[in-house]
């Protein structure tokens, strides 16, 4: 039996990259008899970045209701809050006084921020440990896979290069974990062709009510291709975003594109042919329409779950119990590894 973990960060409701690279893979993944799955809300990483408390509660709801209506059944998983589990941060200590500092220097999150002109003064230690803080999320259940976005696999190999160094002193106590990165979802696009981010303010939420969701989509900026005229599916972020969540939808919105029409089958010179036109306003509706249908049944179990906040805290609070039965076994044999404890 596998075991597989992976956790999201409380920094906003999902988007749909958080949605197609981490939470359906992972939900999947959970779903195989031959795999045991601990699924996590990271919300002590989102400490970071000082979240109003009002928000980081909000948002700590929204991951929950979003793994839930993603199809995460919490019988079947180990479903937790990252912060319920004080295993977690201890081994991060332990875990930090054998990582190298040059290690944590060549860390993206510290140095992107270092890149845009953060001091110093102005850089917490907490975004700097962050790669620590990880890796004891992931060594501290034994887990053999990480499923993750292309943007976490450093993450993910300063956790290998952990485990590695501290069992090079104290013994095999620590499991390698392996990183699952989908090869077809490596990286949602954001509304701008960027990487979909929160921090870019380029993305597309599956949950938000369908108005709010068409004005996002209908902000995607497009050339000025003429009414009619074959639309490029190059480098388009419609195109790949309806790809994305309907993969089946592939070939016909390709021929769509490349004739400029909706319906390419009907031909003939009738007057009203532009009724069948297919422009960027046209591409724009297929994506919102692949959004919906591939997610009516989620988006109403997000707002069942959204709307019953005790049910959705009685759900995090028995997965932290069974998180921290398997974390203290962890813990155990590492103290005692360490000379922490006697046994
Ligand atoms: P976070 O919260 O930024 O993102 C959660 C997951 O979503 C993936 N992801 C994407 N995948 C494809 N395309 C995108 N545009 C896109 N944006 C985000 C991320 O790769 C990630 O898998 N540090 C982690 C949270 C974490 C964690 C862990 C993950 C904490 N501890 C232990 C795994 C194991 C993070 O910030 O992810």
Same mark, same amino acid.
């Given at each position: ?5 992976? $956790? ?57 209701? !979003?793994?839930?209506?993603? $199809? ?44 845009? $002109? ?30 993750? $976005? ?46 979909? !981010? ?146």
């Amino acid at each position: 039996v596998k075991r597989v973990l992976t $956790g999201i960060k409380p920094t906003g409701v999902p988007h749909l990259g958080n949605v197609l690279g981490a939470i359906l893979p992972a939900v999947e993944l959970a779903q195989r008899s031959d795999h045991e799955s601990f699924l996590f809300i990271a919300d002590l990483h989102s400490l970071t970045v000082r979240p109003d408390p009002e928000a980081l509660r909000a948002q700590t709801r929204a991951v929950a209701a !979003s793994w839930l209506a993603c $199809g995460l059944d919490p019988e079947r998983v180990v479903f937790y809050r990252q912060s319920d589990v004080p295993e977690i941060p201890k081994l991060s200590w332990i875990l930090s006084c054998s990582m190298p500092l040059g290690l944590l220097n060549r860390a993206h999150s510290f140095k992107d921020a270092l890149a845009k $002109g953060a001091t110093a003064d102005e850089v917490n230690v907490g975004l700097y440990a962050y790669p620590v803080l990880m890796a004891a999320d992931i060594l501290a259940f034994d887990a053999d896979l990480v499923p993750v $976005g292309k943007d976490q696999k450093q993450h993910l190999e300063i956790t290998q290069e952990a485990a590695r160094r501290f069992n090079l002193r104290y013994g095999e106590v620590f499991k390698v974990p392996d990183a699952v990165v989908d090869a077809d979802v490596m990286t949602i696009p954001g509304l701008d062709g960027r990487k979909m !981010s929160k921090s870019y303010d380029n993305t597309l939420v599956v949950f938000d009510d369908e108005k709010t969701m068409w004005k996002r989509i209908k902000s995607v900026a497009t050339d000025s291709t003429p009414y009619g005229e074959p639309l490029s599916t190059e480098d388009d972020v419609l195109f790949q975003l309806t790809c994305a969540i309907q993969p089946d939808r592939r070939p016909s919105l390709a021929r769509q594109y490349t004739t400029g029409r909706k319906n390419p089958e009907l031909s003939g010179p009738e007057r009203d042919e532009s009724a069948n036109y297919f422009g960027w306003g046209d591409a724009k509706k297929a994506l919102l329409q692949a959004a919906v249908e591939r997610f009516a049944e989620a988006r109403e179990r997000y707002r069942h779950w959204t709307t019953h906040p005790d049910e959705l805290e009685d759900c995090l609070r028995h997965g932290a119990e069974k998180a921290r039965h398997f974390a203290r076994a962890v813990l155990d044999r590492v103290e005692a590894s360490l000379g922490l404890s006697w046994i």
